[in-house]
């Protein structure tokens, strides 16, 4: 095989790659929390096709992983009390999952029937002191913008609101959570501030997703063609060859 049509594969490949990416960018467009995701592209020496001559190297195209743009989502007012929004970049809400802790910029939060609050998928959220507990029999908790958890006038927690030095060490782990995989410490947040009866939207914007989809697709196209027209040049090299012969 030439050395256009492996280059114009490896392309091929990361590009089917950006495409799964940016899809799924446009489905959570409207997931709470959500971050923007795009593929890291990078370039890698390797051996080209055969030639007696010369045998130089040959660049291809490498996917280097997933990168994630952890910025502000726009707020938008739910008027539930136990719908929480941060604002401030790279903070996230600690929550207990299993044995590990986890981290979410989904706020969507509720009580469960032992009076703790959970999130929407019944994991335990973190405050100070550990587990929050609620008492429904004393009204509805007001939330501070340090994250503050008061009933009747009374302190029951605070939302524990952290961030990470390096963000890259957070791995995601579906329902809108992220683990830490390194040793890292995360560290308390305190310009983070904390919005009652508010979720954070997604920071998708559709209508440039929309648009490197389209490229995408266009790019792909044009490389198909590039290894075509490369393919029926060798074609009919070999064949003027053989009537030469």
């Keep these: 095989m ?7 594969l490896s392309r091929q490949m990361t590009l089917r790659r ?18 923007v995701e795009q593929l890291m592209v990078g370039t890698e020496i390797g051996q080209g096709a055969r030639n007696d001559a010369v045998r130089p190297g040959v ?20 008027g539930r009390t136990l719908d929480f929004a941060i604002e401030g970049d790279g903070a996230f809400f600690t929550v207990q999952d299993g044995d590990a802790e986890a981290y979410t910029r989904d706020g969507a939060f509720t009580i469960s029937p032992e009076g ?50 390096t963000l890259s060490v957070l791995e995601k782990a579906g329902d809108g959570l992220y683990r830490n995989t390194s040793n890292a410490q995360p560290m308390d947040a305190p310009d983070a ?12 914007n559709p209508i440039l ?14 490389i198909s ?21």
């Excluded at 950006?18 to 971050?35: M, R, S």
Aim: glycine letters at 14%.
């Design 193 to 204: 501030r904390i919005h009652q009866g508010m979720l954070e939207g997604s920071n998708v």
């Design 59 to 78: 660049s291809f195209v490498l996917d280097r992983g997933v990168g994630r743009d952890y910025g502000q989502g726009a707020l938008s007012q739910t």
């Design 116 to 165: 703790l609050l959970v999130t929407a998928a019944g994991l335990p959220v973190l405050g100070d002191g550990g587990e929050i507990l609620l008492d429904p029999a004393r009204g509805a908790p007001q939330v501070a913008g340090d994250g503050t958890i008061s009933q009747d006038g009374q302190i029951v927690g605070r939302l524990t609101v952290v961030r990470f030095d």
């Design 209 to 222: 997703e929309i648009t490197n989809l389209i490229e995408i697709s266009r790019s792909y196209e044009r």
């Design 2 to 8: 030439e050395n256009v049509a492996y280059i114009g």
């Design 225 to 245: 063609k590039m290894i075509e027209q490369s393919n029926e040049l060798s074609r009919k090299s070999v064949e003027r060859l053989g009537r030469v012969g």
């Design 18 to 35: 950006e495409l799964d990416i940016v899809a799924n960018n446009i489905a959570n467009a409207n997931t709470t929390g959500f971050k």
